[in-house]
């Protein structure tokens, strides 16, 4: 079984590890800490993500999808799914 848990450092307590013990009762367990990048700080890590943020912002056009379509692309987004925009209906800003 696999289980992630993001919460800031600061909610740690003993609920929590509580929390952990119910869920995986007496089996051996591997806790890995990882510090979340903020998205900010993803997008302007490189000068190829810079550059295409600022293409974004000063752009004039973009896109318009259904909440249907936002719910998909966001779940393939997230699953690292690579997304096909040019289904997507383009539309001047």
Known sequence: ???????KA??????????????????TISITIEEEQDTTEYLLSTE????????????KEGYAFSFDELKKLSS????GKKTDLKKLRKVKL
Not at 76 to 79: A, E, G, N, T, Y
């Open 76 to 79: 393939d987004v997230s699953k």
């Open 10 to 27: 600061s909610e740690l307590d003993e609920k929590f590890i509580k929390s952990v013990k119910a869920l995986f009762k007496s089996k």
């Open 1 to 7: 079984m696999y289980t992630s848990f993001h919460i």
């Open 48 to 59: 190829a993500n810079r550059k295409h943020l600022e293409e974004s912002l000063n752009s």
